[in-house]
């Protein structure tokens, strides 16, 4: 049975730093991988989408790797802003079911002005 | 476009009522995810279609859920009877399969009470 672990379950960082959220998963055969932003109260926000043939994927200041082989993915974020405290989740895509996605359980990242 | 719509975004009810949840897609999408989101268990997926036809239905807590699509354009998540413990936010999203680009495209959410 998949499982997604995320680490650490809340980060503070001063403004401008850069910054790393983890993603673990305990089956390599993935369909994709998918990194979320929930603001609170509000749905789910697609940030970053890594097929599992890929290594990695950009999006401004947001960067996404993906390791297969040892389970784990990494949001890279630069030059953090006060504006990108939410919720990070990442989202394992099971091989051969489609789009049924694993989450885990979020990092809340609070970055302080 | 206007993206996910689901309604209603917030239901208050007592234990026992019916409850439904509505959800429309986005236009041009083939799937559709039903999720449930609580502190103690995270988001999970309660059911998928694919064209309109349930797909995988094992995230369904028990017989009291039950979701159709009649439609493309058009699904509901009912509860029957409703307890206390299904009190929680659903979430609808939905996503164009089998292109590689599989990104789900999640509505506002549904905040469900259940007294």
């Known amino acids: 049975k998949q499982e997604v672990t995320q680490i650490p379950a809340a980060l503070s960082v001063p403004e401008g730093e850069n910054l790393v959220l983890n993603c673990s998963f305990t089956?390599?055969?993935?369909?994709?991988l998918q990194w979320f932003r929930q603001d609170p109260g509000k749905g789910l926000t697609s940030l970053l989408l890594i097929q599992s043939s890929q290594r990695e994927q950009t999006s401004g200041r947001l960067n996404a790797s993906l390791d297969k082989s040892s389970g784990r993915s990494t949001l890279y974020i630069a030059a953090s802003q006060p504006g990108d405290s939410a919720t990070y989740l990442c989202a394992v895509g099971l091989n051969n079911q489609g789009g049924k996605l694993i989450f885990g359980q979020g990092t809340e990242l609070s970055v302080k002005p | 476009d206007a993206g996910v719509i689901q309604s209603p975004r917030h239901e208050v009810t007592e234990m026992g009522q019916e409850v439904t949840l509505r959800c429309k897609p986005i236009s041009g999408h083939n799937s559709l995810f039903w999720y449930r989101q609580t502190m103690m268990r995270g988001l999970e997926l309660l059911i998928y279609?694919?064209?309109?036809?349930?797909?995988?239905d094992s995230g369904m807590p028990e017989d009291r859920f039950s979701a159709k699509m009649p439609n493309a354009s058009f699904s509901t998540l009912k509860i029957q009877p409703s307890e206390p413990r299904d009190s929680a936010v659903y979430f609808c999203a939905s996503s164009v399969l089998g292109t590689g680009r599989d990104t789900q495209y999640f509505g506002p959410g549904t905040r469900l009470t259940v007294l």
């Open positions: 089956d390599s055969a993935i369909y994709n």
């Open positions: 279609f694919n064209n309109n036809v349930p797909i995988d």
